[in-house]
């Protein structure tokens, strides 16, 4: 299955969470949904919705984005930084062989890319965001400061931040532990490392470092070659997972 705005929008991700038993019962009802995605615009500083919402992608929403914007800028945010937290049995992994995604987790610094989604499509848009990052709840919709790279304005951006009190959050892993989930596991939208090599593959195309990703892709390769996992060409399905 791939993600595209499409798809998202009619709730395909839903239905086939559904139709395959997956988490089924912890699914946020599009009425939650709603309520949250209200509830976080309520919040939002004024300058934040006056020419539209930006949001802050971190993860797989930086290589299929999937919802309708503007522009787009690079940049960073601080106080949070990336990581492999938050447990999946959903799409990059199964109930048997549990596959992990990204998370924004306390401290430092997280460089990635911002959407600006126009005022007159905000409603329609972050309700797409919604149905794919907020499916079970396990992130907290947050306002973060975002300054555009080099040197540029400082502007209100909509980040998911992961949600410690979520039952599938991870907490800080060992690297061989991340290396291990991410080198084995896979679920209907494709393998977990397929997910951490397009990360990874798409920052280095931003000229983004992030030298942990780097070294857990590396450690992925060489534990599958090791235990002779076939190869797994990158490609655009992404995930739940910034």
Known sequence: MTLT???L?????????RDMGLDSDTLLSEEELCASR????????????RDGVWVFGYGSLIWNPAFHYTEHALGAIEGFHRAFCLWTSLGRGTPDKLGLVLG??????CQGVAYRVAPQAVDEEL?????????????????????????GPTRPALAFVINHDHPRYAGHLPEATIVHHCATAAGFLGPCSEYLFNTVAHLDELGIADPTLSRLAEGVRAHQA?????HVPEDESSSPGG
């Open 226 to 230: 090791e235990h002779g996992v076939p």
């Open 5 to 7: 705005r499409d798809s």
């Open 104 to 109: 924004l987790e306390n401290g430092g610094a």
């Open 9 to 17: 929008k009619a709730g395909a991700l839903q239905q086939r969470i």
């Open 38 to 49: 209200h509830a976080t615009l309520a919040q939002a500083p004024p300058e934040a919705i």
């Open 127 to 151: 309700a797409i965001v919604w149905r794919r990052e907020m499916i079970t709840g396990a992130y907290r919709p947050s306002w973060v400061p975002f300054t555009e790279a080099p040197g």
